[in-house]
């Protein structure tokens, strides 16, 4: 069975700096497409990064110069380092996978379609 477990939130001030993880077991993370998408209270689901099989990374214009999606194969594990924090960057924030052949995640209404797997999420909370 595939399980995602996220780690890593918390609550910062306004610039500060969070890295989450992903790990998970029964799931190739160098086959697959991997992302984080977050949720904000309210509102819909949003893709934030994207990492594809061979590499190639995508982010949302909101985080572009802020935030950087990057994998270890070998242990498995997805990471998101968040650098200059913003109270509009809180929410819950999901891992998803799905296998190839990989979108682009951009922050367009729908991306979370493209993903079968998810996690549970882990809760950033950012304060002016």
């Known amino acids: 069975q595939v399980q995602l477990v996220e780690s890593g939130g918390g609550s910062v001030q306004a610039g500060g700096s969070l890295r989450l993880s992903c790990t998970a077991s029964?799931?190739?993370?160098?086959?697959?497409?991997m992302a984080w998408f977050r949720q904000a209270p309210g509102k819909g689901r949003e893709g934030v990064a994207g990492i594809e099989d061979d590499g190639s990374t995508s982010y949302a214009d909101s985080v572009k110069g802020r935030f950087t999606i990057s994998k270890d194969n070998a242990a498995n594990t997805l990471y998101l380092h968040m650098n200059g924090l913003k109270p509009e960057d809180s929410g819950m924030y999901y891992c998803?996978?799905?296998?190839?052949?990989?979108?682009?995640?951009?922050?367009?209404?729908?991306?979370?379609?493209?993903?079968?797997?998810w996690g549970q999420g882990t809760q950033v909370t950012v304060s002016s």
């Open positions: 998803a996978a799905d296998p190839p052949p990989c979108q682009v995640v951009s922050g367009y209404e729908g991306e979370e379609d493209e993903f079968n797997t």
């Open positions: 029964g799931y190739s993370y160098s086959s697959a497409c």
